[in-house]
């Protein structure tokens, strides 16, 4: 992958596509000032460099049955490595599970999930995650409310 260098104006790219990865490219290189063909040329550099890794659709949980959230805190026998590969694995085909992250401190890892409600989260649990060899330990906290969601990174640090 090449290395890139980022100046104000591709910062001020991302910054607007992170807002609406739908703008054309006119309204891009609009919002940011230039022409569409070095516009055009720029973000053609971003994706290709990898900075731009993909673009989606973002959809509403709530609004497609999604009502429950969670974040699970699971914890592996600490007897070798050998079930963390596996429980990897697991996790790939579990569409509930939106994030998956290896954690430090008290847990092994950390699951991000959705449900349609608390019928289907036991569901997952007692038939996907506690059936996975390995697993000692789940811990569960249902998101109450949510006040800030968002899919922009910070490009403060880049200036």
């Known amino acids: 992958m090449p290395s ?15 807002l609406n990865g739908r703008l054309t490219n006119v309204e891009l290189a609009e919002r940011v000032a230039l022409s569409p063909s070095p516009c055009l040329r720029r973000l053609k550099q971003l994706e290709e460099s990898g900075v731009i890794s993909q673009y989606v659709a973002l959809l509403d949980p709530a609004k497609i049955g999604l009502g429950l959230q ?7 026998e600490k007897r070798g490595n050998a079930h963390n ?11 509930e599970v939106i ?3 290896a954690m ?8 991000q999930v959705y449900f349609e409600d608390m019928e289907h989260f036991s569901r997952f649990v007692m038939n996907e995650l506690l059936q996975q060899a390995g697993v000692e330990d ?3 906290s249902f998101v109450l409310k949510e006040f800030k969601r968002t899919t922009s990174l910070p490009l403060n640090h880049l200036r």
């Open 138 to 140: 789940v811990k569960s």
């Open 4 to 18: 890139l260098t980022l100046d104000k104006t591709d910062l001020r790219i991302l910054a607007e596509l992170q």
């Open 104 to 111: 430090t401190g008290e847990m092994d890892y950390l699951l």
């Open 70 to 76: 969670a974040f699970v805190r699971v914890t592996l």
């Open 85 to 95: 590969e596996t429980f990897v694995k697991a996790v790939q085909g579990w569409s």
């Open 99 to 101: 994030n998956c992250f």
